[in-house]
């Protein structure tokens, strides 16, 4: 529909397509739950990491591309390229084999009594973790574009700020690709989440008190490890704490509350700079501290056979 928007220039269908695609962003959660699902410890860990590998590589590299096919090809050119992006995917998805999933019946789909009633304790304090770590990184990835050019005098069309946001994205791939699960040979979930996120919220005191650009960089790219390899932790404490047939609710949940810290994000930011320009920057170091404080104790044996009796009852 957007493209067919853009053919004949209208911009009210251009949004009513943006609308009905936004549906499609169910398709992450669904993914996520699929392979957490059908994996467990430092596996499960490891397919998170792919996941954000993805999600990072699409927000980096993304408006890079979409900027150069508008130079080549006119504006036009990123539509038509994402059209040819989602008929790709649709051939694809015909060629992925799925292992059976389970389901649960009996159960009304829009209660969210039943699945909360399943999962271990501390899914709520996971559930927040998600969404203050997700709120905290978007106040600083949207203060960017504030620090820079008022700090600095750096404009965004420059190369440094166009190189700096590339790098962002390259230092969180490789983090992810390489971290998470050499860390989690050395420590259990939880520590290791808490560490990250402790190591997160003093990059954000790093970035906040920063000089001169090159020490900007400098703290950036510790942050950004940390903030990388914080998401597959707490996505997997997350789905750890919530039910085998309740996978797929716990990680729309979790796409959510990602949704929403970017939303809110996106306004306050701009509110918060014309108080003091690095104010969202030192929010988002105290909002780590208290990702760390909320970081429940790992789940006991007797919840773990808790979960599975309830997942029993709920499918027969």
């Given at each position: 529909m957007p493209v067919y928007a853009i053919v004949i220039g209208s911009v009210a269908l251009l949004f009513a397509g943006n609308m009905i695609n936004s549906l499609g962003s169910a398709s992450q959660?669904?993914?996520?739950?699929?392979?957490?699902?059908?994996s467990q410890g430092k596996t499960k860990a490891t397919l998170m990491s792919l996941v954000a590998v993805v999600m990072t590589a699409a927000m980096s590299f993304g408006p890079a591309l979409g900027s150069k096919l508008t130079e080549i090809y006119g504006p036009q050119a990123p539509?038509?390229?994402c059209l040819l992006i989602a008929i790709s995917c649709l051939l694809l998805l015909n060629k992925v084999k799925l292992p059976a999933q389970q389901a649960s019946k009996q159960e009304n789909p829009l209660s969210f009594i039943e699945p909360i009633a399943r999962t271990q304790p501390g899914f709520i304090a996971c559930l927040a973790i998600v969404f203050i770590c997700q709120f905290s990184w978007s106040l600083?990835?949207?203060?960017?574009?504030?620090?820079?050019?008022?700090?600095?005098?750096?404009?965004?069309?420059s190369h440094f700020y166009q190189y700096f946001m590339m790098a962002i994205g390259v230092v969180m791939i490789t983090s992810l690709l390489l971290?998470?699960?050499?860390?989690?040979a050395y420590m259990n979930l939880q520590q290791a989440l808490r560490v990250v996120t402790l190591l997160a919220a003093l990059?954000?005191?790093?970035?906040?008190?920063?000089s001169t650009p090159t020490t900007h960089v400098i703290a950036m790219i510790f942050t950004a490890v940390m903030v990388a390899i914080s998401f597959p932790f707490y996505i997997t404490a997350l789905s750890n704490r919530a039910s085998d047939i309740d996978q797929g609710w716990a990680m729309a949940l979790s796409s959510a509350m990602v949704g929403l810290a970017w939303t809110l994000?996106?306004?306050?930011?701009?509110v918060l700079v014309n108080i003091q320009l690095i104010l969202p920057t030192v929010i988002a170091a105290f909002g780590y501290l208290l990702a760390m404080l909320l970081v429940p104790k790992p789940a006991s044996k007797n919840d773990l056979v808790t979960q599975s009796k309830e997942t029993t009852h709920a499918q027969s």
């Open positions: 959660p669904i993914a996520q739950a699929i392979l957490a699902d059908n539509f038509y390229a600083y990835f949207q203060n960017i574009s504030f620090i820079l050019p008022q700090k600095w005098d750096i404009a965004v069309e971290l998470p699960r050499l860390i989690l990059g954000m005191v790093m970035l906040a008190i920063t994000t996106g306004y306050l930011t701009a």
